[in-house]
């Protein structure tokens, strides 16, 4: 299941989808119903759900499953599945932090998920046997779920750590192990020694990199899960096709576009991201004004939505 999920996902890109939320932090299922239809109708490889991006591991459990139900009904792309701690449980122990990821994992199989991408545990880094317990936790994730797992290599202000690249090649060579995605926001050298790391093995080397989306692929991945195609799916996959049919100049044009959008969204305080990327979607009219709140970020200042807007009506006018 594993290898023929990979040939599926290989060169494409998923968008690590929003899920819109009203002002006082409930899900607006018809927007979530409109937007969905509207993503999947774009040329995407399949769907992200429970990413950071879409706030996934602060949704109740019904929330959780409404929101993959909404998007395994609307997509026959391959859905993948954030699981890890939520962040309404408080696990006392790395073990329990486990058993709530094995749990999350294995909720996502029985509502209709492809794979599932594993967050890294941070607590697991500075334990003596960290690693053998992080490879340890993709084996048992897979095994009681049932699904193929991606690793995922995040960054710290997200709540993630930095796997080094024995990890990752430990990880890769567990036979329902996918890929790794990357999300090193803005660490070049780390970047690419994940992805060197990751490239004998064969499996997915997946770019998180919003801000290093090109760069990235230059380097050495293969496919795209992003939080920028939450809004701009044309605009990320121009640059992933581009870069796959060997087009110099149309990928150099694509990815100074992607690279000025993301200069606009992925920026200082980076958890604001969301927020500006649900602006992004109101702009083009993915989602309603009212389902466009992100109770989980930072408070923004008004200039920050106008450098969304700004930057989008200046991309259209190139178009």
């Given at each position: 299941?594993a290898?023929e999920?990979?040939?599926?996902?290989?060169?494409?890109?998923l968008?690590?989808v929003?899920?819109?939320?009203?002002?006082?932090?409930t899900?607006?299922?018809?927007?979530?119903?409109?937007?969905?239809?509207?993503?999947?109708?774009r040329?995407?490889?399949?769907?992200?759900?429970?990413?950071?991006?879409?706030?996934?591991l602060?949704?109740?459990?019904?929330?959780?499953?409404?929101?993959?139900?909404?998007w395994?009904?609307?997509?026959?792309?391959?859905?993948?599945?954030?699981?890890?701690?939520?962040r309404?449980?408080?696990?006392?122990?790395?073990g329990?932090a486990?058993?709530?990821?094995?749990?999350?994992a294995?909720?996502?199989?029985?509502?209709?998920?492809?794979?599932?991408?594993?967050?890294?545990?941070?607590?697991?880094?500075?334990?003596?046997?960290?690693?053998?317990?992080?490879?340890?936790?993709?084996?048992?994730?897979?095994?009681?779920?049932?699904?193929?797992?991606?690793?995922?290599?995040l960054?710290?202000e997200?709540?993630?750590?930095?796997?080094?690249?024995a990890?990752?090649?430990?990880?890769?060579?567990?036979p329902a192990?996918?890929?790794?995605?990357?999300?090193?926001?803005?660490?070049a050298m780390?970047?690419?020694?994940?992805?060197?790391?990751?490239?004998?093995?064969?499996?997915?080397?997946?770019?998180?990199?919003?801000?290093?989306?090109?760069?990235?692929?230059m380097?050495?991945?293969?496919?795209a899960?992003?939080?920028?195609?939450?809004?701009?799916?044309?605009?990320?996959?121009?640059?992933?096709?581009?870069?796959?049919?060997?087009?110099?100049?149309?990928?150099?044009?694509?990815?100074?576009?992607?690279?000025?959008?993301a200069?606009?969204?992925?920026?200082?305080?980076?958890?604001?991201?969301?927020?500006?990327?649900?602006?992004a979607?109101?702009?083009?009219g993915?989602?309603?004004?009212?389902?466009?709140?992100d109770?989980?970020?930072?408070?923004l200042?008004?200039h920050?939505?106008?450098?969304v807007?700004?930057?989008?009506?200046e991309l259209?006018k190139?178009?």
């Amino acid at each position: 299941m594993a290898e023929e999920l990979i040939e599926r996902l290989r060169g494409t890109a998923l968008p690590a989808v929003l899920t819109p939320m009203r002002d006082d932090g409930t899900i607006d299922f018809d927007a979530l119903d409109g937007y969905a239809a509207r993503i999947a109708a774009r040329p995407i490889g399949g769907v992200a759900v429970w990413a950071h991006t879409g706030r996934g591991l602060y949704l109740g459990e019904d929330d959780r499953a409404a929101v993959l139900r909404t998007w395994r009904a609307a997509t026959t792309t391959p859905v993948v599945a954030g699981v890890g701690v939520p962040r309404g449980e408080q696990p006392g122990s790395p073990g329990e932090a486990v058993d709530a990821a094995v749990r999350m994992a294995v909720a996502a199989a029985g509502l209709g998920a492809d794979a599932v991408m594993v967050y890294p545990l941070a607590s697991l880094a500075a334990l003596p046997d960290g690693h053998d317990r992080a490879v340890a936790m993709h084996e048992r994730v897979a095994a009681e779920s049932g699904l193929p797992v991606l690793g995922f290599y995040l960054h710290g202000e997200a709540g993630g750590y930095a796997y080094p690249p024995a990890l990752i090649r430990d990880l890769l060579a567990l036979p329902a192990c996918l890929g790794v995605k990357l999300a090193t926001l803005d660490r070049a050298m780390a970047c690419q020694d994940a992805i060197r790391a990751a490239q004998p093995s064969g499996r997915l080397v997946v770019t998180g990199e919003d801000r290093m989306f090109g760069p990235s692929l230059m380097w050495g991945a293969d496919t795209a899960l992003v939080g920028i195609a939450a809004a701009q799916v044309e605009l990320t996959a121009a640059v992933l096709d581009a870069w796959k049919s060997d087009d110099q100049a149309a990928f150099v044009r694509a990815s100074t576009r992607l690279d000025r959008f993301a200069e606009a969204t992925f920026y200082d305080p980076i958890e604001g991201y969301v927020q500006r990327m649900m602006w992004a979607a109101v702009w083009e009219g993915l989602l309603p004004e009212s389902a466009a709140h992100d109770p989980y970020g930072p408070q923004l200042p008004a200039h920050e939505r106008d450098r969304v807007v700004r930057c989008l009506e200046e991309l259209a006018k190139e178009v």
